[in-house]
């Protein structure tokens, strides 16, 4: 279990990301990976599941909505993993770690005309808050 823990802080490292805290919002982009060492978990942005958010050219019914996959280990239970996907306006927006609750608060870039953005423009904008009792 310390070699998988020590290999997650590795590959976090590697990942780009400054190292978040609890109660500040963090950006990963396409493909990155981060440690959040206060909240013992790990994470991995895998997959743009869907963007249906309104482009700013356009006059929508609806704002749409942005879907993203993130896999999630725990850096301290034997670090089994699992994919959680998170939108910004539908539920569930928010994924619920041990003591912990990791929000999506924004995906960027907005689109500004129709059509698919590729995969490795985005950016997510996340938050590993306490969990509310």
Same mark, same amino acid.
């Given at each position: 279990?310390?070699?998988?823990? /020590?290999?997650?802080? !590795?590959?976090?490292?590697?990942?780009?990301?400054?190292?978040?805290? /609890?109660?500040? $919002?963090? %950006? &990963?982009?396409?493909?990155?990976?981060?440690?959040?060492?206060?909240?013992? +978990?790990? &994470?991995?942005? #895998?997959?743009?599941?869907?963007? @249906?958010?309104?482009?700013?050219?356009?006059?929508?019914?609806?704002?749409?909505?942005?879907? /993203?996959?993130?896999?999630?280990? @725990? #850096?301290?239970?034997?670090? *089994? @993993?699992?994919?959680?996907?998170?939108? #910004?306006? !539908? *539920?569930? %927006?928010?994924?619920? !770690?041990?003591?912990? $609750?990791?929000? &999506?608060?924004?995906?960027?870039? =907005?689109? +500004?005309?129709?059509? #698919?953005?590729?995969?490795? @423009? =985005?950016?997510?904008? !996340?938050?590993?808050?306490?969990? +509310?009792?």
């Amino acid at each position: 279990m310390r070699k998988l823990g /020590i290999l997650l802080a !590795l590959m976090a490292a590697c990942g780009g990301a400054t190292e978040p805290t /609890i109660g500040h $919002e963090f %950006q &990963l982009a396409f493909g990155e990976s981060v440690t959040v060492q206060e909240a013992a +978990v790990w &994470l991995h942005f #895998t997959d743009v599941v869907a963007d @249906s958010r309104c482009p700013l050219q356009a006059q929508c019914v609806w704002a749409g909505d942005a879907a /993203i996959a993130l896999e999630i280990a @725990s #850096t301290w239970q034997g670090g *089994d @993993s699992r994919t959680d996907t998170l939108h #910004t306006n !539908l *539920d569930p %927006q928010a994924a619920a !770690l041990d003591g912990h $609750e990791l929000r &999506l608060v924004r995906v960027d870039p =907005y689109p +500004v005309t129709p059509g #698919t953005l590729p995969p490795a @423009s =985005y950016r997510i904008t !996340l938050r590993v808050d306490p969990a +509310v009792p």
